[in-house]
C-alpha cells in the first residue's frame, strides 16, 4: 500500500520495538526512491530490496538473501497485484493469464518460498480483494474453493482451469465471474485457508496467516476518487501483521474485523 511497496518483513526480538522493514519492488529504480523517501520521512529501519513476484529466480534470490543475512522472517505481506482498468484492449484470455500469474501463483510462489523461513509467532498477510468472494462464482465452484479438503495442487489446477475456459471464451458458461481480478482474489484466499491448516499442522508456534481488503484506496490502481487515503488503506494489513498470539487464522479481515467469504 505505500507507494511502490509489495511486502513488508519485519524482524523483531520485541514486539513493536527492533525490526527491520524490507520494501520489495520489481522495479528497481522506483523501489528505491520510494525506500529513499521513506527514509527522508524517519523511517531509519527500512531497507530495499528487488523482487518480481511473476520470476521465480527472483524469487530464489530474494529467499537466499534472507535465509542469508538473517536466518528467517517474522512477517510477511503479499500485496502485490494487478488489475486490468476497465478501458484495457487486453483480451479477457490475456487477463486472464496475466492476473491469475501475478495475484494468485505470484503470491503462491513467493509464500511457498519464503513461509520456511518464518520464525515462531510469525504473521502473514496475503492482501485480497472484496471483488474475491465466493457469491460471484457458481455453487459448483463455490464448494471447490471452499472444501476443506482442498490441497495446493487442486487449487492450482482450478486456476488453470479458468484459465483456460477464459481462452476458449467459455468462463461464464463454465460458472466464473467476468472478473479475471475477481478470480484471482478468490484463489488468493482459497490459499490462505489451505496455507492456515498446513501451517497448523507443521507444529510452528502460533504462526498466523489471514487475507485482508484494505477498502477502495487512492493508489495507482484504485485512483484518485478512492475514499481511503494509503494510510487508511494499509491500517488492516499492519494491525494484522501485528496480531497478538490466539488471533483468528485462514480468514477474511475487513476494516479489522473477520467477515465472511
Ligand atoms: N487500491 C484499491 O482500491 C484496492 C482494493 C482492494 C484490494 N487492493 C489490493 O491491494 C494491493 C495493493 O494494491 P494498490 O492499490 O497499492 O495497487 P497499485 O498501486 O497498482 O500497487 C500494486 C503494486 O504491485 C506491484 N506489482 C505488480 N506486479 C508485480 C510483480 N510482478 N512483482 C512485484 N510487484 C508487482 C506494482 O508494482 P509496479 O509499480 O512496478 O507496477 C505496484 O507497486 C493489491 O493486491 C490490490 O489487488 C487494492
Known amino acids: ?5 509489495q511486502m513488508y518483513m519485519m524482524r523483531q526480538t520485541v514486539w513493536h520495538v527492533d525490526y527491520l522493514v524490507y520494501v520489495l519492488a520489481r522495479d528497481q529504480e522506483r523501489g528505491e526512491k520510494a525506500y529513499q523517501e521513506m527514509q527522508q520521512q524517519g523511517c531509519s529501519n527500512i531497507r530495499f530490496h528487488a523482487l518480481d513476484v511473476s520470476d521465480t529466480s527472483s524469487i530464489d534470490k530474494l529467499k537466499t538473501f534472507i535465509e542469508t543475512k538473517y536466518g528467517g522472517l517474522d512477517v510477511l505481506v503479499n500485496n502485490a497485484g494487478i488489475m ?7 483480451s479477457f484470455a490475456e487477463q486472464a493469464r496475466e492476473t491469475v500469474k501475478v495475484n494468485f501463483t505470484g503470491t503462491l510462489n513467493v509464500s511457498q518460498s519464503l513461509l520456511p523461513l518464518l520464525r515462531p509467532h510469525a504473521r502473514v498477510v496475503n492482501v485480497g480483494s472484496q471483488l ?6 457458481s455453487l459448483d465452484l463455490q464448494a471447490k474453493f471452499s472444501s476443506d479438503d482442498l490441497t495446493v495442487e487442486d487449487l492450482v489446477s482450478i486456476m488453470n482451469q479458468f484459465v483456460s ?3 476458449t471464451g467459455s468462463h461464464t458458461s463454465s460458472g466464473w ?5 475477481g478470480v484471482s482474489k478468490v484463489g488468493m484466499m482459497a490459499l490462505t485457508r489451505i496455507q492456515s491448516r498446513e501451517l497448523a499442522k ?8 489471514n487475507l485482508c481488503c484494505p477498502g477502495w484506496v487512492q493508489s495507482d490502481m484504485g485512483g484518485a476518487k478512492a475514499h481511503l487515503s494509503v494510510d487508511e488503506g494499509a491500517d488492516t494489513p499492519v494491525f494484522l501483521a501485528l496480531l497478538p498470539p490466539g488471533s483468528p487464522c485462514g480468514q477474511f479481515f475487513f476494516k479489522r474485523e ?3 467469504w
Open 165 to 167: 475456459a477464459a481462452e
Open 202 to 209: 507443521s507444529g510452528k508456534e502460533d504462526i498466523v496467516v
Open 132 to 137: 474475491g468472494k465466493l457469491k460471484n462464482l
Open 177 to 181: 465471474p467476468n472478473s479475471a481480478y
Open 84 to 90: 486490468f482498468g476497465q478501458s484495457s484492449n487486453a
Open 1 to 5: 500500500m505505500l507507494r511502490n511497496d
Open 258 to 260: 473477520v467477515i465472511q
